[in-house]
């Protein structure tokens, strides 16, 4: 499947828009788009989801190496694959826009902001270009989308000003109705603030799909990754927290959870109990916007029960919390949750954490062998203040965690980490060999 990446000049730019704009202007051309996302974001590929129709492929080389990002890449279908990149083209020191796009060989078109300039911001554009070769990057920067920018002879200002070699691929126009929400964590989900189709389908028409289509180009194929165990003639049974306060889930991670097991999803938030199952899974999202549900929910108490006799439970984040005794919000309303955990959690104004993160096991879990080394990321407004005897399973080699040294709270057989990881990572194999443990 050929693609390329949309790449800002910096984080702000508007990439998120862009994209958006850009999927439905390919739609629009009769192509069938697979949408992704640099990065380790879960945010703004639920907005891709919600305008191209498909799940947004996560391509981190982090948290899955070159290889596992060109795999999970392959896995995804359609005539065309649009990733959106994170921050600036080149930021981030480990799973940058520009180390995806090296990855994928694919080329690179360049969001721009162009509502202050026209000459200026074909400079610009042409600066990201020849960095590339001159920091010795292999990046083929193609072109560029303009965002803000009028018709006329704004744009064209824009258009003719570009050197040779970089070509305009055309303009988000600046209407007031091409915006997203912002809240802690980044945006609102896609399915709570859709951009309207038809703003969508007018922005579009600025942006040449075929000339996009044009420059688009094939990765690599990847190497066969490790093989997992074949699905058993008689599954377990994986429960997986899905509602409005678990939110963050890659497809990715969901695909090898149904490769190897029978998946049911329940909504704690929503009332939902805790279905029969050989295994539970809490995802990241925003259990601190529905601590009261949360508080009433007979999953969590059911959670504490099943947990107590032994079945394998992972919480990620938001799971975390849920699986912790207290739930405390930023404006000091406390909630009760599981208490399977023995950490009081307490959320913040502003991020306690954001990072790729690495961690080694010092003692088996459910999530990895004693030494195994497991990767990831965290982004959390919330802390945890743990008792003093609490029990943690993985020493941070990169990162925060729970307490700046160690993350991977755990009783039983439940795990509680500030970590999300990838299905490439390993981690989810091993929860699914203790569930098919409880068999």
């Known amino acids: 499947m050929d693609g390329f990446v949309l790449a800002g000049t910096e984080s702000g730019v508007g990439k998120t828009v862009a994209t958006l ?55 995804g279908s359609g005539d065309i694959c649009v990733v959106e990149g994170v ?19 694919v080329p690179v078109v360049l969001v721009v902001d162009g509502g202050g300039g026209m000459e200026s911001v074909a400079a610009t554009a042409y600066g990201f270009q020849q960095y590339a070769a001159q920091a010795d990057r292999d990046i083929d920067v193609a072109g560029v989308i303009s965002q803000q ?17 970089l070509r305009y691929f055309g303009r988000i126009p600046p209407l007031s109705d091409l915006s ?56 377990p049974r994986i429960a997986v927290a899905r509602d409005s306060a678990f939110r963050f889930i890659y497809p990715a991670v969901r695909e090898r959870l149904d490769s190897r097991a029978e998946v049911v999803t329940f909504a704690p938030a929503d009332g939902d109990d805790l279905p029969d199952c050989e295994g539970v899974y809490l995802p ?8 009261s549900e949360l508080a009433d929910s007979p999953a969590l108490s059911t959670l504490a029960d099943r947990s107590a006799e032994g079945i394998p439970v992972l919480g990620e984040c938001g799971g975390l919390m849920a699986l912790s005794e207290t739930l405390t919000t930023a404006d000091g ?31 088996d879990t459910v999530t990895a062998i004693a030494g195994d080394s497991r990767r990831g990321h965290e982004f959390h407004y919330s802390s945890a203040n743990v008792d003093s005897d609490a029990t943690f399973v993985f020493e941070m080699k990169r990162g925060d965690g729970i307490d700046g ?10 795990l509680g980490t500030y970590t999300h990881v990838h299905a490439e990572s390993g981690a989810f194999d091993v929860f699914l060999d203790r569930a098919e443990g409880q068999r």
């Open 21 to 75: 704009v850009t999927i439905r202007a390919l739609e629009s051309a009769g192509l069938t788009v697979q949408p992704a996302k640099a990065g380790s974001d879960f945010i703004d590929p639920s907005h891709h989801a919600a305008v191209a129709g498909r799940p947004s492929r996560t391509l981190d080389t982090w948290l899955e190496g070159d290889d596992g990002t060109r795999r999970n890449y392959s896995r």
């Open 87 to 105: 921050m600036g083209l080149y930021d981030g020191d480990h799973s940058s826009t520009a180390a995806v796009a090296e990855t994928l060989d």
């Open 149 to 165: 920018t009028h018709g006329g002879r704004h744009a064209g200002g824009i258009r003719d000003a570009l050197p040779d070699g």
């Open 180 to 235: 997203i929400p912002e809240r802690h964590l980044g945006l609102h989900m896609g399915e709570e603030e859709p951009l309207d189709p038809e703003v969508l389908d007018e922005a579009a028409t600025h942006v040449d799909a075929d000339a996009l289509a044009e420059i688009a180009s094939e990765p690599p194929t990847p190497e066969t990754g490790a093989s997992t165990a074949d699905r058993p003639t008689d599954p």
């Open 284 to 291: 990241g999202g925003y259990p601190e916007l529905h601590g």
């Open 333 to 363: 309303d406390s909630h009760e949750m599981a208490g399977v955990l023995p950490a009081a959690i307490e959320m913040h104004d502003r991020y306690q954490a954001l990072d790729h993160v690495e961690l080694r096991a010092e003692t």
């Open 405 to 414: 040294i160690h993350d991977g709270l755990t009783e039983y057989q439940t």
